[in-house]
């Protein structure tokens, strides 16, 4: 027994190994619940509106294979990119101001210097909690200029001067309510991103020498650079999908906000006022692109701002 | 696009008063030019059998329905008649209930078998040959049963699409309180209508004679009540002239209110517009017949201050319009359609139920109804002791049957915001904002399809 004997490799054997990577599929087939849903809920939607968009149903002369048209028609169409405008303006006004007050509540309650930060933190996230069509409808009441409350603010100051139905206060006032709505939900988001740091690095900074901004601007806002990116790009989703606060204020200054006063309420007088299915698909696709564009752009720049 | 007008919007406890009346009216009295003469005309015994055998064999059918008394007037129907099971569903109000029909007639399946369709949106579910032609089944020998003003509104190109289930002629109320306190005669011509509302404001300015906000489901029966007649509609043809001379004649006298102010940026149907029908901001609204039980069921405070009066004429000429109003309408998509039509037979013209309806508010459509005399004598405290149903059945009687809807009237109602809208805010010229009205319908229904002329 002295020689070596080669171990025995079985034909068999040789085969199970060539065939080990059908074993992988094991763990593929757990995502089967996942990937039937979102296929379902997901993929197949997405390929039908792509699907509805290269047709015109008409309600004299039925259905027809038109192209690209609805694309060139909508490119061209001034109601749907004034509605884009407003949205992109509430954008850039809106998400920045939101974000910046979800931070600053952030790093106070985080900064270990105020009383009852279970309290506050609690408060700030409460208004997210209310359903958001309850929402609007408690500040359509504030916001009445007949019987409400900023009515009674107007008697008392004796003049006319908030008017939150105004053409030119409207998307201030929309804004407004989605500040009020959001801030405490990003502010969640910052806050878990703060409590992530591991003390010793503040006590490194104390160490050093460094006291309150130094430590914001070296320590915290970096650490929370990666929330701070997702919080931004949910947001510019948030914004360009604008919906629920202008519908619902809609009935109140029905004349202000107009069919197509964001795109997505376009897209949803367009199919269910004026059956435009098709049309109404082209435009959702075209946000939907623009939309992922805008995010992945913001994504790229969070992320090379974080490898610096 | 939920402000649309909504005269089904009535409470339930509100109407009672209206129930307990009814009155005489003469549906011979106006020819009905647009499409009710169409193929009616003679009765047919053996379609009348027909339905009469349906019933006694029984069966399914699905209702949607928002009116109040939907739920009590089928329960009543399948007492008489046990071998039938109605299954009543709520899919909503109006324009809502609207969206899911039109969605079930295109996927082909899952519309009811009957469905309450108002008058404004019925020519668009008829054109679209959705709808079973009653005639076929001999529902126009009912005819004579109804003022003639609604079934022409049931009429369209020569075939009946449904069935009336009630009326709202426009009236005038008024608040007597307000009137008397200002020393103001109750209006009876536009011109009178707009120096009233400049008395008023003048003498307090946080009252109005009435707030308009811009609704079509108001604006249209105006420019109807003002000899208008801006859509006509042959099959696919469709001419709009937003700028015809009722059309013209209901903006500049409206011009005269809106423009300067005096007209309250109130939507109508919004909480602060009954707060302001009850603590005298309002001194009238011009309204559909149906008004009197929910004003009296939603306005509490409004009590003994409110008549009503005919609407105020342009040149005493008494023609008035109709202000919403629903018919019931057999889909195409049922599969028995004589039972279906036999319900809705039964729905909108046996006693047992246009009673049922009457008690839960309604104003009826039914001349029979409208000529009892216990109707016509009610004089509801509410309304000072007044015999409102008096003005009311003779309001009815005055409609002009002259008047079609678009093919794509829901569309339309949706855009009104967009342009008309549009001069309500800027309190500018309102023929600018129908201009750009009847703009956007000439393209859209061009891109539908249809043969626009303008």
Redesign the interface.
Known sequence: MTTLTPPRVTPARVTQEIRTPKRRWTGWQFTWPFAAVFVVAFIAPLLYALWLSLFQNQLVGGNAFVGLDNYVLAFNDPAFWAGFGRVFLFLLVQVPIMLLLALAAALAIDSARLYATGFFRIVIFLPYAVPAVVAVLMWGFIYGDNFGLTASINDWLGSDVLAPFAPQWMLVSIGNIVTWEFVGYNMVIFYSALKTIPTDLYEAAEIDGARGWQVIKAIKLPAARGAIVIATIFSIIGSFQLFNEPNVLQPLANNVITSSYTPNMYAYSLSFAGQQYNYSATVAIIMGVITAAIAYVVQLRGSRKEDR | ???TIRPQARRASAAVAVGLLAAGLLSACGGAETGADAGSSEPDPEAAADLDAALEEGGELTYWTWTPSGEDQAAAFMEQYPNVTVEVVNAGTA?DEY?KL?NAIAAGSGAPDVAQIEYYALQQFA??DSLVDLNTLGLGSLEDQYTASTWAQVSVEGGLYGLPQDSGPLVLMYNQDLFDEHGIEVPTTWDEYVAAAETLHEADPSTYITND???PGFVQPLIWQAGGHPYTVDG?TVSIDLQDEGSQRWADMWNQMLEPGLL????T????WW??LGNDTLATIVTGAWMPGILEGSVPEGAGKWRVAPIPSYDGDPTTAENGGSSQAVIKQSENPELAAAFVRWLNSSEESVDVFLESGGFPSTTAHLNDPEFLEAAPEYFGGQKINEVLVEASENVSTDWQYL??Q??A???F??TV??A??QKSDLNEGLVAWQDNLVS?GS????TVEQ
């Open positions: 696009m939920r402000t324009t969206t039109q054109i679209s906000a811009g609704d696919t309250a940026d109130i939507p149907w919004s909480d602060d707060k302001a093919p794509f829901v569309y109602n949706s855009v915001p967009d809208g549009q309500y805010t859209y891109s539908q399809g249809f």
